[in-house]
């Protein structure tokens, strides 16, 4: 039978994998107060927010604030990644706690960048704020193995996300470029793990090909909840570096060739079959990228 559950086998080698997370993470470690223009702050009572402060392009603004509306559901993701790892390895449901305490300040970093420089108006972003936690977040998946293959997918697009804007926001505010790129590091550990348990997966049991397809295939930002989400996102695409584009050349494609699927050799038919389907996604997105590529 295919099993969906993490190897008990791997515990030793994920151990190891969250240790070097820790050491990795403890070298960069670093508090949202660091990155903040705090002189730039006034009160808002004393003096009131007017668009006629907003001095960030919109599609910058834009790219901000959807970022930080995917962050504010981080009490979804946790309860939705610790009630799928109930029962499974703990050392999956350790790195949960430490994934959490890290994505914390996320959205605090990028809330409190919005409203110290006044790029957004602070009811209008207070109201979207809660309007998105409220609308919580629920995957279409649930099984410990597909989660971590949606988490990799997901960690890997926010990073690119991150460094993609922070290549346009630099040009209109180096803080903002830097605090991007700190939260980039961030993502980039978080994805090396959940890759990294997904590749030991393949490797030991390749017919753990049966469970990748299903989230490769329908993937989507968590942040999809939100309201505007694909407006923003087109907005994003044309203007600040990060679209379908992007997502092909930098997750997709980055992903597959890591974990090796072309030459998984699954025992299961049903398992071959899952990682044919996934291959052949992958040269058809190849070819809708190179025929708008050409379309330009
Ligand atoms: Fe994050
Ligand atoms: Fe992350």
């Given at each position: 039978m295919l099993t969906n559950d993490l190897d008990f086998r791997l515990e030793p080698r994920l151990t190891e994998l969250y240790d070097e997370h820790k050491k990795r993470s403890a070298k960069i470690d670093w508090g949202y107060h660091e990155f903040l223009p705090w002189d730039k702050a006034m009160d808002f009572r004393r003096v009131p927010w007017d668009p006629s402060q907003v001095t960030l392009p919109p599609n910058i603004v834009v790219a901000i604030e959807t970022a930080l509306l995917t962050e504010v559901n981080l009490p979804w993701f946790t309860s939705h990644l610790a009630q799928t790892f109930r029962g499974s390895l703990t050392i999956i449901q350790d790195f949960v706690h430490t994934w959490t305490a890290e994505e914390d300040q996320h959205s605090n970093l990028l809330e409190t960048y919005l409203l110290i420089t006044r790029s957004v108006e602070p009811m209008r972003l207070h109201e979207l704020h809660k309007m998105t936690v409220e609308n919580g977040w629920e995957p279409d998946f649930h099984t410990p193995f597909e989660t971590m293959v949606y988490t990799s997918l997901q960690e890997l697009a926010t990073m690119v996300f991150y460094n993609n804007v922070a290549k346009e926001a630099n040009k209109h505010d180096p803080d903002l470029g830097r605090l991007l790129r700190r939260l980039a590091k961030d993502e980039t550990l978080h994805y090396a793990f959940y890759r990294d348990v997904i590749k030991f997966h393949l490797q030991l049991e390749p017919n753990y090909c049966y469970y990748l397809g299903h989230v490769i295939k329908n993937f989507q930002m968590p942040g999809a909840v939100m309201p505007d989400f694909d407006d923003r996102m087109a907005i994003i695409a044309k203007?600040?570096?990060?679209?379908?584009?992007?997502?092909?050349?930098?997750?997709?494609?980055?992903i597959i060739k890591y974990w090796d699927i072309e030459n998984l050799r699954p025992i299961a038919p049903e398992a071959e079959k899952a990682r044919l389907d996934i291959l052949k996604y992958h040269a058809r997105m190849k070819r809708v990228k190179e025929r708008f590529m050409r379309s330009q």
């Open positions: 203007e600040a570096n990060y679209g379908p584009l992007e997502y092909f050349d930098q997750v997709l494609d980055v």
